[in-house]
């Protein structure tokens, strides 16, 4: 069983930098940690991924260029950089964790993720 905390999130202006934290507990064969938000009233949306051994990255459109995602193996944490923020990111973020084959946009899908975290509310201030 796989536990995924995070941590991190809170109020910051517009223009602002957040780190969100996705400590990983539990054993596992989960390869892909993912980072998903779900803004007020909308669907939940992805926003990146890591693989793990080959690191392959991924960003969201809408993310790309502000928000950085990378890992502590000796943690088993995986953080989200979060620069520039703006209103639009204001969300509860999840860290998820799933298994694939696949590289690129395919990541992306909800269902690759077996395993949540409760989720951070992140809210951005114009």
């Known amino acids: 069983q796989v536990q995924l905390v995070e941590s991190g999130g809170g109020l910051v202006q517009a223009g602002g930098s957040l780190r969100l934290s996705c400590a990983i507990t539990?054993?596992?064969?989960?390869?892909?940690i993912g980072w998903f938000r779900q803004p007020p009233g909308k669907e939940r949306e992805f926003v990146s991924y890591?693989?793990?051994?080959?690191?392959?990255?991924h960003y969201s459109d809408s993310v790309k260029g502000r928000f950085t995602i990378f890992r502590d193996h000796l943690k088993n944490t995986v953080y989200l950089q979060m620069n520039n923020l703006k209103p639009d990111d204001t969300a509860v973020y999840f860290c998820?964790?799933?298994?694939?084959?696949?590289?690129?946009?395919?990541?992306?899908?909800?269902?690759?993720?077996?395993?949540w975290g409760q989720g951070t509310q992140v809210t951005v201030s114009s």
């Open positions: 539990g054993q596992s064969v989960s390869n892909l």
């Open positions: 998820a964790a799933g298994t694939t084959i696949y590289s690129g946009g395919y990541n992306s899908i909800p269902s690759l993720y077996h395993y």
């Open positions: 890591i693989r793990t051994g080959d690191e392959d990255i």
